[in-house]
T-cell receptor, first 113, second 113 residues
């Protein structure tokens, strides 16, 4: 199955700033997903990122707040913009590969102060 | 779309006790079913999966059987260890054509020595 390197693993950020999370995969994948896990909650899909097209956002998530880049088949970034304490969560990227199914990154634990 | 209902937690057991975490699903057709585990401070790891009805997924002593009659995929382990303490998520694809997963609410398991 694919191996995902996600960075940073954790960060503490000031209110009003932005953080970009990187997700690097060791193989080419068509579909990448970004999830949010709020404290004590399950995972919620933010958006689906396909190479060569705009990301598709789920209800409640907008591009201005969570811009996503997908420049090639092995890399994606998610930016959390103009952060507030409510954005404190774990953010995870995930990929779907033909062999092995769904794989997740180790997550980025974000705290906004 | 598909959905999953997971047993509410938290669950606290003594070492070597028997574990069951209930998961039932609502789905069109027979999608693959998954159990993911999240150890403290880490991202999600695939624990096991089943791709068709009556399949049994197993890994690290954990088992789950895909039962279409009861639309269930309960997670079991005969003898839990302290190292099994984690949050467990049941998941399945959001819909037949969708590639993203939808997750249960998660069950926090604590195993005491």
């Amino acid at each position: 199955s694919a191996v995902i390197s996600q960075k940073p693993s954790r960060d503490i950020c000031q209110r009003g700033t932005s953080l970009t999370i990187q997700c690097q995969v060791d193989s080419q994948v068509t579909m990448m997903f970004w999830y949010r896990q709020q404290p004590g909650q399950s995972l919620t899909l933010i958006a689906t990122a396909n190479q060569g097209s705009e990301a598709t956002y789920e209800s409640g998530f907008v591009i201005d707040k969570f811009p996503i880049s997908r420049p090639n088949l092995t890399f994606s970034t998610l930016t959390v913009s103009n952060m507030s304490p409510e954005d404190s969560s774990i953010y995870l990227c995930s990929v779907l590969v033909r062999v092995g199914g769904y794989t997740f990154g180790s997550g980025t634990r974000l705290t906004v102060v | 779309g598909n959905s999953v209902t997971q047993m509410e937690g938290p669950v606290t057991l003594s070492e070597e006790a028997f574990l069951t975490i209930n998961c039932t699903y609502t789905a069109t057709g027979y999608p693959s079913l998954f159990w993911y585990v999240q150890y403290p401070g880490e991202g999600l790891q695939l624990l096991l999966k089943a791709t068709k009805a009556d399949d049994k997924g197993s890994n690290k002593g954990f088992e789950a059987t895909y039962r279409k009659e009861t639309t269930s995929f309960h997670l079991e382990k005969g003898s839990v260890q302290v190292s099994d303490s984690a949050v467990y998520f049941c998941a399945l694809p959001l819909s037949g054509s969708a590639r993203q997963l939808t997750f249960g609410s998660g069950t926090q398991l604590t195993v005491l020595p």
